[in-house]
């Protein structure tokens, strides 16, 4: 009897035991990855969020212009990569005008070096940007070491040379219409070198590293528009052309500079306009030559259009956003 009852209790022990470890091994199988079993509740995570697009610049693209006129040409520099596009008469060429003015300043200055101009001339550098001065800019010029002579030579003077070894100018060369033949301001140069131009101004090359930033600040600084009462025989106002046709996504970004030039030629019966601007991504110019009876606003409107069908993305155009797909674990 006794060893029936203490079979009894042991089986009894056994099937309690049984009753109290199913539940705790399945407790501990639920902790683990039930996926495979099918008994687990599947878990998502939501898709990372996208990363900000990068600011909008300017960027290689196509430019539609309806012109009429002897002469159209633009050219990009992208300054992170020194790709140049452009027009595809991009190296063809047309008379400076006030555009070269920026680099007359900044060869003089670049001469100095450490030293400061005297206060004469360093207001006269200023004068022959910001109000595109003639007159101040022939005083840089000379005291650069430039010349007038009037010469059936092909050969830039030397500040013009200058231009042309340090910034690595292919097209520039010596104006040869008489008997403007010499003058700085009918240097020929193209957009392709313009852009070059405008980048060796920015990365320092041009005025060096004292006065780089001063050249750049001046440059912002450009005054007036192109109405008559701001257009004097000898100065004029000059913030016009690219500046007008960048957003303020862009110009937000940091100071553009901007150098322009134009004049209304008898010989040809055309306006020269000139537009040149450059920051720290980019350096873009355009060149034209129109009849004169168009206006002055006619080109600024062509440079402003250019630079404003550069701009990438363009402003309104939808993002698109690679979708994410959304995981079990």
């Not at 998502?44 to 909008?56: D, M, R, S």
């Not at 550098?125 to 001065?133: R, Y």
């Not at 980048?199 to 780089?212: L, R, S, V």
Request: net charge positive.
């Amino acid at each position: 009897m006794r060893s029936r009852v203490t079979m009894v209790l042991a089986i009894t022990a056994v099937l309690l035991g049984g009753v109290l470890l199913v539940p705790a091994a399945y407790a501990r199988l639920s902790d683990g990855d039930s996926s495979g079993g099918g008994g687990g509740a599947a878990s998502t995570v939501a898709a990372p969020a996208p990363a900000p697009p990068p600011p909008p610049t300017l960027a290689a693209g196509p430019v539609s212009v309806s012109f009429k006129g002897d002469f159209f040409s633009w050219a990009l520099l992208d300054r992170q990569t020194g790709k140049i596009s452009g027009s595809p008469n991009m190296t063809a060429t047309s008379s400076t005008e006030s555009m070269i003015k920026v680099w007359i300043v900044s060869d003089y200055l670049r001469q100095l070096g450490d030293r400061e101009p005297p206060a004469a001339l360093k207001k006269a550098a200023s004068l022959a940007i910001i109000d595109s001065n003639d007159s101040a800019a022939n005083k840089v010029h000379a005291a650069a070491g430039g010349s007038y002579k009037p010469s059936t030579s092909s050969t830039p003077d030397a500040v013009i040379q200058r231009a042309i070894k340090i910034c690595g100018l292919t097209d520039t060369k010596r104006g040869n219409v008489k008997p403007y033949t010499g003058y700085w301001s009918f240097t020929r140069m193209s957009p392709r070198d313009a852009v070059r131009l405008g980048n060796c101004i920015a990365d320092g090359k041009a005025a060096g590293p004292k006065w780089t930033k001063w050249v750049l600040d001046q440059m912002s600084k450009v005054r007036g528009t192109t109405a008559k009462k701001d257009q004097r025989p000898e100065s004029g106002g000059g913030r016009w052309g690219i500046i007008d046709g960048l957003p303020k996504s862009i110009t937000a970004q940091g100071p553009v500079g901007i150098k322009n030039g134009w004049t209304p030629i008898n010989y040809d019966g055309n306006w020269h306009v000139n537009c040149l601007a450059v920051n720290d991504k980019w350096s873009l110019a355009v060149m034209l030559r129109y009849p004169i009876r168009s206006g002055l606003d006619y080109g600024a409107k062509v440079c402003a259009s250019v630079a404003t069908q550069l701009v990438t993305p363009q402003p309104g155009a939808a993002l698109k956003v690679p979708q994410q797909p959304v995981g079990q674990l």
